[in-house]
């Protein structure tokens, strides 16, 4: 038996209020949110935050293999996945791939993972955008999934693969050439009328492999490219409506090719015991995935949960949101830039760097960053801590200032200065807590200098949970 | 092993300093030329006679031959120093101290810097080693913010009420500057204009930290028995301590930013040096690191000038003003003489050096003048947690 072995999400925490949209940019916008990520968050950082997530849910489990599905890489050439296998800390033989460009990657990713003879974490994240005022600003999201897949040898399989079924078809309905910073559009309905096709076909050769009729899937959610071909396809495929489940585009957006793992993820949150779940994925042709949940979902916890997640966003300010997506770009502080970080050096501090790991000297003492005279590692990526003191600097170069930053003690030793992140200047106070984020601080003749944020520990954040208390 | 200093040993008979502020018309080369002409006139002697020579600049040069080119020594030792914001009380040090080994009979200290050519706001550093990318980038202003409200929460001081001591300090040393031709600002400030400043690092205003500045100063240092062949009233050094810190403050939980420890530590070497015992009394003067507000708030009970948690009320007091108990910074400190970094920690010394011979005009006259003789300069680089710090103690007395 293969299927699913855990499951972890990201969701960026600002969300763009589509009604803010129209005042700026003259149309466009609509109603409900969107998600945003960070001027500090890319593909890789909230693929590593999902992925974190899925691990903690599992920790017997040691993924052989990595795959990352994105469309908006921060790398090509270089490997992304690479920088989530190091954040991870995973083992140096397990080989880290990604499958980039399309939304339908990851899918690609995810049969890989599943054919594969090892434990996989297959990993899909997203930043969606156009241009101001378009269609897919508004309709798009940013956020990111993990799923580790196996067998029952690899740990207790949550939900077991039952059926999956492809069609494929060339057809050109949204497309974009290397470089260019939007996709286009062909009209709606020749999309919708392909994708209906290609949908149905393969929800029928999935039931059928899988000896079942529509009427005894429990849940199902729709995925894809063309929102109107989802709203198609999942009336047609003959389940029940209150079976199928929110597509999420009121609240988080369409995240692309995190999107299939998300709606997957959210709906394993709900699922019980002994149910048939359908996810249907359009994305240049249709995948059909059949899992039925295990007795093991019953007691499986999930650290954050999507409806928490959702719950737990804060504004961003429509012109703030363009100067992250790099479309209004705004004056910087009158202060050097960064330099690039050197590769020889951050190469010798791989664990440090990409996965805070500090070191404990012989009296328990803990160093951040390592001290070259220790000899033992201390993990420190789970630690939450409390803010000692702290500062709002409206000086220094950041890509988004102000910066606001504080001195962190950490539950069980070790202190570190760090700047925050998801964090108003006003929300910070001496003693409240905050938990780690891997971020991308900024970027220097291309290269992304990758490492650690803190942020406030907030209803539906990692760090809600019991905070080691061995102080 | 211990550290036993050289009181009395190595006097200074000669200073120089330059004007400081927006030298638009200077390089460190003319800066440098200026100060330390003055400091050659000022002992009566000429740049052939001094032995060797320490540099102190953080950013505007590398090597001896920064100074032995504009000065054009001929064969001479320079060296080059630098120790963060710290570096010219080092050239200083070095000075002394090879003086007092009986390596050369006259030595001088110059410190530079010039800052304004960056096209930057503040202070941007000398270049940096490549890094791994992990290092924070945040402005030594927003570090020494981070002092603030561990201070007012620990000593139970309402944010709103430290926010006027610390505009108190400001206006204290800006009231000194503007009755200093050669600082860089000399304009009184009112705690009130202070208070009303926009914020721009935590709860500190543009107007809390130290301007940006160039400058340079210089001093000539002789054997003990020598000084008065140059000058009738030298300035005898009683004590050189400098401390570079580990950083554990920046690593280490118990610490929690209303100190300095690596100044308490110097603190007391300088003091035992020197054989001074109550600072606050047996002081004339102190020429301390006001590089932001929060900073000369800790370093008055760092350095032991009054008891832990009570410097803010000392500060509203007066304690430190001109006319206080134990006059700080009464040249007006790096408020208003601005930090080019190198500069500063002879320019301190500068102060004493005309204070203690009574060379500071009348309406800027330490209140102690006459009843004490001793002057210390601090001198730190660095941050919270993770600094260097220099006190130098002299006296124009021996014994």
């Known amino acids: 038996m293969r299927g699913i072995l855990s499951w972890g999400t990201y969701l960026p925490y600002r969300r763009l209020d589509r009604s803010t949209i129209a005042a700026v940019a003259g149309t466009g916008g609509g109603k409900g949110t969107r998600t945003a990520a960070s001027y500090d968050e890319d593909a890789t950082t909230m693929g590593v935050e999902a992925a974190r997530v899925a691990l903690r849910s599992a920790p017997e489990v040691e993924p052989g293999a990595v795959w990352f599905a994105t469309v908006s890489p ?42 594969g003879a090892a434990p996989a974490l297959v990993v899909a994240s997203d930043l969606r955008g156009g241009l101001p ?85 429990d849940h199902l959610v729709v995925a894809g490219t063309h929102e109107r071909a989802v709203n198609a396809v999942a009336k047609k495929t003959g ?10 585009a009121s609240t988080v957006g369409n995240t692309g090719a995190a999107h299939p793992a998300l709606l997957l993820a959210s709906t394993l949150e709900k699922a019980g015991p002994n149910q048939l779940v359908a996810l249907i994925a359009l994305a240049d042709g249709a995948d059909v995935l059949l899992f039925r949940t295990t007795d093991a979902i019953a007691s499986h916890r999930t650290t954050r949960t999507v409806a928490d997640q959702i719950a737990a966003g804060g504004p961003i300010a429509y012109g703030k949101y363009l100067a992250w997506r790099g479309v209004l770009p705004v004056e910087p502080p009158r202060r050097p830039e960064p330099g690039r970080p050197s590769s020889s050096a951050a190469a010798r501090a791989t664990d ?105 520990v907030r209803a539906g954040g990692a760090g809600a949970e019991a905070p080691t208390t061995d102080k | 092993m211990g550290s036993h200093g050289i009181k009395d040993r190595v006097a200074i008979v000669g200073m120089g300093c330059t004007r400081f ?144 001591v610390l505009a108190r300090i400001a206006s204290k040393n800006h009231h000194n500057g503007s009755l200093n031709p050669r600082a860089q600002f000399r304009r009184e400030m009112s705690v009130e204009q202070l208070c009303a400043m926009p914020r721009v690092a935590g709860d500190l205003s543009v107007f809390d930290c130290a301007g940006v500045a160039d400058g340079s100063a210089a001093a000539i240092v002789v054997r003990a028995e020598d000084a008065h062949r140059y000058t009738d009233n030298p300035l005898y050094i009683k004590a050189l301590s400098f401390i570079a810190g580990n950083g554990a403050g920046s690593t280490d939980p118990s610490y929690d930013y209303t100190t300095f420890p690596e100044i308490v530590d110097c603190a007391q070497d300088a003091y035992a040096q020197a054989g001074v015992t109550d600072p606050r009394k047996q002081l004339a003067m102190a020429e301390v690191h006001d590089c932001f507000t929060p900073t000369e708030l800790v370093l008055m009970e760092d350095l032991g000038f009054c008891e832990r948690g009570t410097a803010w009320k000392e500060e509203l007091d007066g304690a430190f003003d001109l006319d206080g108990d134990l006059p700080v910074n009464p040249d007006g400190g790096l408020k208003s003489f601005g930090h080019p970094v190198g500069a500063s920690g002879v320019r301190m010394m500068f102060e004493a050096w005309l204070q203690l011979r009574g060379e500071a005009p009348e309406e800027r006259r330490i209140s102690t003048y006459g009843s004490r003789n001793l002057a210390l300069t601090h001198n730190l680089g660095g941050y919270p947690g993770e600094m260097v710090s220099f006190i130098a103690i002299v006296g124009n007395e021996q014994g």
């Open chain 1, 74 to 115: 921060p790398y090509l050439d270089k490997t992304n996945a690479t920088a989530i296998h190091a954040a991870l800390r995973l083992p140096r033989t397990a080989p880290a791939y990604d499958a980039v460009g399309a939304v339908h990657s990851a899918l690609g990713a995810l049969r890989a993972g599943v054919d």
């Open chain 1, 133 to 217: 005022g378009g269609p897919d600003e508004a309709a798009g999201g940013d956020g990111a999934a993990a799923l580790v897949v196996g067998g029952d040898d690899d740990g207790p399989v949550l939900a077991e693969l039952v059926a999956w079924s492809s069609t494929t078809e060339e057809f050109v309905d949204r497309w974009r050439t290397p470089g260019d910073s939007r996709s286009k559009l062909w009209e709606e309905r020749f999309g919708e009328n392909h994708y209906s096709g290609l949908g149905i076909e393969a929800w029928e050769d999935a039931l059928k492999q899988a000896g079942v009729v529509a009427d005894q899937v």
């Open chain 1, 239 to 248: 389940v029940a409506a209150d079976r199928v489940g929110d597509t999420l």
């Open chain 1, 352 to 456: 440090w760097k990409y996965a805070f790991v500090g070191s404990e000297a012989g009296d328990g003492t803990v160093h951040l960053p390592p001290a070259p005279l220790d000899t033992d590692t201390r993990p420190m990526a789970d630690a939450a801590g409390s803010i000692v003191t702290y500062t709002v600097d409206r000086l220094a170069y950041s890509p988004s200032p102000p910066i606001v930053f504080a001195v962190v003690d950490f539950d069980g030793g070790g202190r570190l200065p760090i700047e925050l992140t998801d964090t108003d200047p006003d929300e910070v106070t001496i003693g409240a807590r905050v938990e780690m984020t891997f971020r991308r601080l900024y970027t220097a003749d291309g290269i992304h200098n990758y490492f650690w944020k803190a942020r406030l």
């Open chain 2, 21 to 164: 502020g927006e030298h638009w018309d200077k390089g460190a080369d003319e800066l440098m030329i200026d100060a330390t002409d003055e400091a050659f006139k000022s002992a009566g002697v000429t740049k052939d006679d001094v032995d060797a020579y320490w540099l102190g600049t953080a950013m505007s040069g590398n090597s001896g031959m920064t100074l032995a080119m504009p000065l054009g020594l001929e064969g001479k030792p320079v060296t080059r120093v630098e120790n963060f914001c710290a570096t010219g009380s080092e050239a200083i040090r070095g000075a002394a101290y090879a003086v007092a080994s009986g390596a050369y009979d006259m030595a001088m200290a110059v410190g530079v810097e010039k800052v304004k050519d960056t096209g930057l706001q503040g202070l941007s550093g000398a270049g940096h080693a490549p890094t791994d990318g992990t290092k924070r980038t945040l402005t030594a202003a927003a570090m020494y913010s981070m002092v603030a409200p561990a201070y007012s929460k620990k000593y139970g001081v309402p944010q709103d009420e430290l926010k006027k």
